[in-house]
């Protein structure tokens, strides 16, 4: 009975945490881009990131998230323009006719950029409700919730980081090396697009 319920919950997560995103397009594009090594701290970013708004759906906070109107649209304004800004960064890196040099590559705090890129996802904590809900119901005790969420959060780990692991081989490095520019310049579009749509939702709301 007990993995009859939790079931539910955890495929449900795993197909919306490997589904591709922002957050696994930057972490493929970062691993192929800088290496395994800041690959993972930005995995590892990511995962934090994902556990924070776990914790909040998990602790009942994502209600009272989604209750607050101002709250939210903050939450998207802020994410949107954050995905704006990762946009021009791989825009300017896609312009760059430079051939790529990877020594210059330890530049940034990579798992800072990757908390704030899922901390400031207002649809991960949607998403960890959806997940949730669909497995555990009002009898099930606190343990239960617990585990579940840790769970999701190991798997949440394993995705990210599995990602850093497989796009920083270096056959795939080499391959980003050589199509750069227009890997950059297709991540660009993905991330404008993401961006314009989280802000869009926050100015309809």
């Not at 922002?22 to 881009?33: R, V």
């Not at 949440?156 to 490095?173: C, E, K, T």
């Amino acid at each position: 009975m007990f993995l009859e319920n939790i079931l539910p919950v955890l495929v449900a997560f795993f197909i919306v945490t490997v589904s591709p995103g922002p957050a696994n397009i930057a972490a493929a594009t970062i691993s192929m881009s800088k290496g395994r090594k800041h690959g993972i701290k930005f995995a590892l970013g990511l995962s934090t990131g994902l556990a924070f708004w776990g914790l909040v759906a998990a602790t009942g906070m994502g209600a009272i998230l989604q209750a607050s109107e101002v709250a939210l649209i903050a939450l998207k304004v802020f994410g949107g323009l954050y995905l704006l800004w990762l946009a021009y960064q791989s825009a300017t890196a896609a312009a760059k006719p430079t051939q790529f040099d990877q020594s210059s590559s330890g530049n940034g705090n990579w798992y800072l950029r990757g908390f704030l890129l899922n901390a400031s996802n207002p649809k991960a904590v949607v998403a960890w409700m959806a997940a949730l809900s669909m497995g555990l119901g009002n009898g099930d005790s606190i343990v239960v919730l617990a585990m579940v969420t840790i769970v999701c959060m190991i798997l949440g780990v394993v995705n990210y980081i599995g990602h850093a692991v497989l796009f920083s081989n270096p056959n795939v490095m080499n391959g980003y090396i050589r199509f750069r520019r227009w890997i950059e310049g297709a991540v660009a579009v993905l991330f404008a697009l993401a961006g314009f749509s989280l802000l869009r939702s926050a100015i309809a709301r």
